[in-house]
């Protein structure tokens, strides 16, 4: 099985501030990667899949890059409804899916 | 607007059958493949099935021994079964759609709002 480990676990930030979240798969996984956004006591949303192909209705101050192991989630202005956590989700395998253990962001 | 929504008992016995239904609204239960994804509390998101109408289905390979799903298209909706259940399936169940591999890979658009499911005597 593929196993996604995110870093930081917790990150403080501003608002306004560029914020970058990490996503290291244990082996290759193409650019099938998918980010999703988690508010407290709601079901996560999808923010990006393919690494860097936005959903429809996103703002644009999301983005994804990265292929191979290693991916990138990056909020370029930190706004107050970014407060949340950000998970990842390997979509490579065609058997079994597993997320990232997640990235509190929090208001520093 | 696709909706997705969750019912089923809140409490379970261990040892006992953990049964919940996902009844959709907005698509057809025969367009796409539709999973049960589930989180323990404070913690991450743990994969555990996936179904499609055509009964092609994928287990989480922890979990495979003791997992059922199904399809009801009569009345647009899919179940999990999950049998003998112990305090660690207390989670949050959420059932979701994907769209397929085809499509744009096994990503989950469409959420439910989540069911809390305790195990306990």
């Known amino acids: 099985d593929i196993q996604l480990t995110q870093s930081p676990s917790t990150l403080s930030a501003s608002i306004g501030d560029r914020v970058t979240i990490t996503c290291r798969a244990s082996q290759s996984i193409s650019n099938l990667l998918a980010w999703y956004q988690q508010k407290p006591g709601k079901a996560p949303k999808l923010l990006i899949y393919?690494?860097?192909t936005l959903e429809s209705g996103v703002p644009s101050r999301f983005s994804g890059s990265g292929s191979g192991a290693d991916f990138t989630l990056t909020i370029s202005s930190l706004q107050p409804d970014d407060f949340a956590t950000y998970y990842c989700?390997?979509?490579?395998?065609?058997?079994?899916?597993?997320f990232g253990q997640g990235t509190k962001v929090e208001i520093k | 607007q696709v909706q997705l929504q969750e019912s089923g008992p809140g409490l379970v016995k261990p040892s006992e059958t953990l049964s919940l239904t996902c009844s959709v609204s907005?698509?057809?239960?025969?367009?796409?493949?539709w999973n049960w994804i589930r989180q323990p509390a404070g913690k991450g998101l743990e994969w555990i099935g996936r179904?499609?109408?055509?009964?092609?289905?994928n287990h989480n390979t922890s979990l495979t021994t003791r997992l059922i799903m199904s399809v009801d298209t009569s009345k647009n909706q899919f179940s999990l079964k999950l049998t003998s259940v112990t305090a660690a399936d207390t989670a949050v169940y959420y059932c979701?759609?994907?769209?397929?591999?085809?499509?744009?890979?096994?990503?989950?658009?469409?959420w439910g709002q989540g069911t809390p499911v305790i195990v306990s005597s």
């Open positions: 179904i499609h109408f055509s009964g092609i289905a």
């Open positions: 907005g698509d057809s239960i025969t367009n796409n493949y």
């Open positions: 393919k690494a860097s």
């Open positions: 989700q390997e979509h490579n395998d065609y058997s079994m899916w597993t």
């Open positions: 979701a759609r994907d769209s397929g591999v085809e499509v744009r890979g096994v990503v989950f658009d469409f």
